[in-house]
Each structure stands twice: as C-alpha cells, then as structure tokens.
C-alpha cells in the first residue's frame, strides 16, 4: 500500500515546479512566493514559542530588545556608513 503523505508531497512540489513553464501569470507566482514566505513565518513562529517555549515574560521582555536591536543594524548599515553599523551590533550585544 503506497503511503499517500509521500505521494501528495510528491505530487504538490511537482505542480510547484512546473507551474513556472506552463504559466506566464506573474500575479499568481507573486501570492505563491508571498504564501511560502509567509509559511516559512509561521513555522519559526511555531518553533519560538511552541518547541523553544518562550514564555510571556520573555516574549514581552527579550524579543522586543532582539527586533530592535536587528533593526537598528540593518537601519544603519542602509543609511549610513559600515562603521556606525558597528554600533548597531554593539547595541544588539548591550540588548543581550
């Protein structure tokens, strides 16, 4: 008996695959990228809170501190010079 997970996985990234040759519609590859985007999301989302088992205190306290300090070097490695981005890796490690 053929197992029928295997086979729906096989036939779905097949379909996936193919679908870039047999079609031109940007619109649709644009909300297939954006959906797979989005699962990839969620699946570290899951693994955050659910397997790592970050609780509300840490959710509340940690996280943000992580987000800001990511998004102060990134913020300042585009707008301004590699050196001052160095201060935004001094600030994640402060965050710690």
């Not at 010079?81 to 710690?96: I, P, R, S, W």
Request: overall charge negative; aromatic content about 16%; proline content about 2%.
């Amino acid at each position: 008996m053929a197992n029928w997970k295997v086979i729906g996985v096989i036939l779905g990234l097949a379909c996936i695959a193919v679908y870039p040759l047999a079609f031109s519609d940007m619109y649709v590859m644009h909300i297939l990228i954006l959906f797979f985007i989005w699962a990839s999301v969620a699946s570290n989302w899951n693994l955050l809170m659910g397997v790592a088992v970050m609780t509300r205190y840490q959710a509340e306290g940690e996280a943000p501190g992580f987000a800001a300090g990511a998004g102060l070097q990134s913020l300042l490695f585009y707008l301004v010079t590699y050196y001052l981005a160095t201060l935004g890796a001094f600030a994640c490690v402060m965050a710690l």
